[in-house]
Structures are given as structure tokens and as C-alpha cells.
């Protein structure tokens, strides 16, 4: 089957109406679109973010340093609904010029101090690991392992993501030709992945580290099939050591924390849209609080 033809023109042009259901978050043109001041809480570490895969990220990040005892890491969760623009927001932007979840802001060092900012998950993990040396070798073939799967991750994704996810559940038709060619990529990434894990527990090697915690929201759930309703599709029940992983990562209690933080699809109780305390996730997932009258 061969794709409907489509002529570039010698200069592309943005419309609108072309961008189906991403059109109020996708643009060609940085910037603020509205004036928005981001809230403040109480703690040194501020996120703004919502529950996708790579929000997910740090907040099962913080969550492992708070159950590793890291008490400095204790943090607010403001959540950002990316549907509604509040990217665009100059709040935000002043933190991610990109307008992309996650950011964050590091107020540790007291009201006298610039606050820190930091954006792409990548850069927070390592920001974060490096700040109370955790899950993040210091030196030597652990460390150089550990980046290297990581970055492979932000490297990685946009194939599932921007590619594979679009056109395979997105688009507004389903072309062939774009389909065939991310799912031959994606394959090869879980293959990829499936050796690593066929020889090691972890990602790095024999360490849990920000590399499985990079990975483990993407790849760990298509191996589960709990993305873009592609699992047999994509035939993930063939990676057998990817399942494994995965399953073992989710059975961390801080994994299913961080996890609920900024969530907003799916049971309530898996959702916590905003986290501002420990005790939240006992009291104020969405099952528990009564709907606006």
C-alpha cells in the first residue's frame, strides 16, 4: 500500500488546524503566550510537572531519595496541565525556555541565594544525584555506564514518543509508511534493551540507578503493554528480560509513589495531582477528595 502523495511546498508555513489534537500545545515560535507566576511552596525543591513518562521520572526520583533518607529532598509537586497551555505561562518559561515538562527549582539555598533552575529530565536527574550523591555512581566505569544508558534513554524516546506514539495513536490517519519505519526502530531499541538486561540486573549493571529510573516509565511500560495500546503490535511479550526488569522496578514503593504524583488519567487513586507533603498520598489522592458541588 503506498501512502497518499504529499508535495513540500518551497516554504512551509504553520496552520493551526493541522495539528489535531496537539494544536493548543504545539507551536512553531517560542516564548510566553500569557502572563502566569508559578506557585511557591514550603519546601527546597520545587517541581513543575505533570504524570507522563518523563515527568515520572523525578518525581519516582525524589520519592527514592526521600525513602533513602535524603530529607533535603523533600519537595512540592505543582502540576501543569500542558492540554491547557500553562506551559506558556512566564512563570514557567522563565524556568524552561522550551516549555516542556519537567522543571524545576531548587530554593535550598535559603531567600538571600539565586534560585537554581533546571529543565529536561536528564539534566534534573543528574542535578538531583549529584546534589545527595545517590543513585548516581561518582566516578569511574559504574558512572560512565550509568550516563551512557541514560542519555541513550533521551536519546531513545523520541523515536517512541514523537514518533512511533504519533502516528501509530495520534494521527490524525494512519500512514504505512511513518508506522512501519518507528516500529522497526522501537523494536530494535527493546532489543537493544532485552541483551543489556539479559546480562545484568539493572540498566548500568549491578546497581539501581537514575538510568532505570530514566527508562523504567518508557520502555518498562511498553514492555507491559501500558503504552499507546501497542503491545501486540509490537510483540513485547518477546522481551522477556525487559518484563522482568520492569516488573521489579514497579514493585519499589517509591516507584508506585512517584508514580501517582502529578497523574491525572486513569482510577483516581493512582492519582495525586499535586504533592506538597508524604502524608498526601494517604489523604489526598483524587478517591479521597469530594467533588467541587
Keep these: 500500500m503506498t501512502d497518499t502523495a504529499y508535495t513540500p511546498p518551497k516554504v512551509w508555513t504553520w496552520n493551526e488546524a493541522s495539528g489535531g489534537q496537539f494544536a493548543n500545545i504545539n507551536r512553531p515560535v517560542a516564548g510566553a503566550t500569557h502572563e502566569q507566576v508559578l506557585p ?51 512563570g514557567f518559561v522563565e524556568v524552561n525556555p522550551n516549555s516542556k515538562i519537567p522543571a524545576l527549582v531548587d530554593r535550598s539555598g535559603g531567600p538571600d541565594v539565586e534560585p537554581i533552575r533546571v529543565f529536561e529530565s536528564g539534566a534534573i536527574l543528574i542535578y538531583l544525584a549529584e546534589k545527595f550523591g545517590a543513585f548516581l555512581p561518582e566516578s569511574g566505569r559504574e558512572r560512565a555506564q550509568t550516563l551512557s544508558w ?25 500512514l504505512e509508511y511513518p508506522i512501519n519505519r518507528y516500529a522497526m526502530e522501537v523494536k530494535r531499541q527493546m532489543d537493544v ?13 549491578d546497581a539501581y540507578t537514575i538510568a532505570d529510573m530514566a527508562v523504567w516509565p518508557w520502555y518498562g511500560a511498553l514492555a507491559k503493554g501500558q503504552v499507546y495500546g501497542a503491545g501486540e503490535f509490537l510483540s513485547v511479550h518477546e522481551y522477556t528480560h525487559v518484563i522482568r526488569w520492569a516488573d521489579e522496578i514497579a514493585k519499589r514503593p517509591a516507584v508506585q509513589r512517584g508514580r501517582k504524583v502529578n497523574r491525572v488519567q486513569g482510577d483516581p487513586a493512582s492519582q495525586l495531582h499535586e504533592r506538597h507533603d508524604a502524608s498526601d498520598f494517604d489523604t489526598k489522592t483524587q478517591d479521597k477528595i469530594a467533588p467541587a458541588p
Design 40 to 90: 511557591v511552596g514550603r519546601h527546597p525543591l520545587q517541581l513543575y510537572s505533570l504524570g507522563t513518562p518523563n515527568g515520572v521520572k523525578v518525581t519516582v526520583m525524589l520519592e527514592e531519595l526521600l525513602a533513602a533518607g535524603h530529607s533535603g529532598a523533600e519537595y512540592d509537586a505543582w502540576l501543569i496541565r500542558i492540554n491547557e497551555g500553562q506551559q506558556f505561562g512566564s
Design 193 to 205: 534493551l532485552n541483551r543489556q538486561l539479559a546480562e545484568h540486573p539493572f540498566i548500568a549493571g
Design 150 to 174: 541514560l542519555f541513550w534513554q533521551m536519546g531513545s524516546t523520541p523515536f517512541l514518543g514523537g514518533g512511533f506514539g504519533h502516528f501509530y495513536a495520534y494521527a490524525p490517519e494512519k
